[in-house]
């Protein structure tokens, strides 16, 4: 079983910055991309920035500039450093990760895993 744990969330003023936390744990063969979401009230589930086992980004053009992935790929885990913070910027941010098990039988599984997601409010 994987788990996905998101930390690093909460409140802060306009302007000001957090850092967000992803460790994938289980049974982990290997993980592809890794990347995260966010979803504000009302509103559908939109990428915020994805990178790849070999360091290719990808960011939501209203976040470059201003927000940072990084991976440590021997720890499982997944940052996303957030400066400049907006009100915009309120969400609940979600980890997501393509990842690969090994089966008992020996079968490699490659699904996407979520995390449950963290709250990210930022104040005017």
């Known amino acids: 079983q994987v788990q996905l744990v998101e930390s690093g969330g909460g409140l802060v003023q306009a302007g000001g910055s957090l850092r967000l936390s992803c460790i994938a744990s289980g049974s982990i063969f290997s993980i592809n991309s890794m990347g995260w979401y966010r979803q504000a009230p009302g509103k559908q589930r939109d990428v915020v920035a994805t990178?790849?086992?070999?360091?290719?980004?990808n960011y939501a053009d209203s976040v470059k500039g201003r927000f940072t992935i990084s991976r440590d790929n021997a720890k499982n885990t997944a940052y996303l450093q957030m400066n400049s913070l907006e009100p915009e910027d309120t969400a609940l941010y979600y980890c997501?990760?393509?990842?690969?098990?090994?089966?008992?039988?020996?079968?490699?599984?490659?699904?996407?895993?979520w995390g449950r997601g963290t709250q990210v409010t930022v104040s005017s």
């Open positions: 990178m790849t086992t070999g360091g290719l980004t």
């Open positions: 997501a990760a393509e990842i690969t098990t090994v089966r008992a039988t020996g079968l490699f599984i490659r699904n996407d895993y």
